[in-house]
């Protein structure tokens, strides 16, 4: 997959979660501007995770302002309920946690009839091989790289060795899914999950209270100088 990285180390999807919400639509075009390729869209129940942040009529009012296509991340409990309300002609992927389904299979095929391709995001204790039956099935692996629910948290290292490990799965097995990382990245550390083999790196923080935001996801997709 590295032929759509070009000539960078990896795509960056900013987390709105971190923009200022009563600017939303200022902050979106902003960093659409600068390069960026997805936006990450972060959607939480309050029962899967311990917190609630906004829903799809949300979302739905950037469809005007955003040139990027929407990569959705649903920490909700039994997502299949809401994946209809996200599908708008901006979403790319709509990505659900394997912890939350209760048919996992089921949930992804039920994500690929909306036309649409299908993530699975595991979070930092679940072990990498939970998806191997799935593999096949998945166009988006999102590896958590902190305890799902807030923005701001510190980088978890134990994500690395799941990089590679669904890196090194794919390339020996042939799978065509892409591999994104998401908590707690910024120019910083962004070299580690470059190293480790991702193709998309979710950052919410690091870009969104930059002072330099235009440096900031430059140096996040590892682009030189
Ligand atoms: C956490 C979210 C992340 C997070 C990223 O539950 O899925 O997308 O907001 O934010 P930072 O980059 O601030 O860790
Ligand atoms: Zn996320």
Not at 92 to 102: G, L
Not at 124 to 145: C, F, G, H, Q, R
Not at 181 to 195: F, T
Request: hydrophobic share 45%; with cysteine; proline share 4%.
């Amino acid at each position: 997959m590295a032929e759509i990285k070009g000539d960078c180390g990896a795509l960056i999807a900013p987390s709105i979660l971190a923009a200022d919400f009563a600017r939303l639509g200022e902050d979106v075009r902003d960093v659409c501007e600068r390069g960026i390729d997805y936006l990450h869209i972060d959607v939480m129940d309050g029962a899967f995770v311990p917190n609630i942040s906004f829903g799809s009529a949300v979302m739905k009012s950037l469809n005007g302002i955003a040139t990027v296509p929407y990569d959705v991340h649903l920490m909700v409990e039994e997502p299949i309920r809401y994946i209809g309300d996200f599908l708008t002609d901006n979403t790319e992927f709509i990505t659900v946690h394997q912890e939350a389904c209760k048919d996992l299979r089921g949930t992804l095929r039920a994500i690929h009839d909306l036309g649409v391709k299908a993530g699975v995001s595991i979070k930092p204790n679940t072990a990498p091989e939970v998806l191997d039956e799935y593999l096949a099935e998945i166009d988006l692996i999102l590896v958590m790289s902190v305890e799902p629910g807030f923005g701001g948290q510190k980088f978890m290292d134990n994500s690395l060795p799941k990089i590679s490990y669904f890196r090194d799965k794919r390339e020996e097995l042939g799978f065509g899914y892409l591999i994104e990382v998401d908590g707690g990245i910024g120019s910083a550390n962004a070299n580690l999950v470059i190293e480790a083999g991702v193709d998309i790196i979710v950052a919410g923080s690091a870009v969104f209270k930059a002072a330099d935001r235009t440096a900031e996801i430059r140096g996040i997709k590892g682009i030189e100088g």
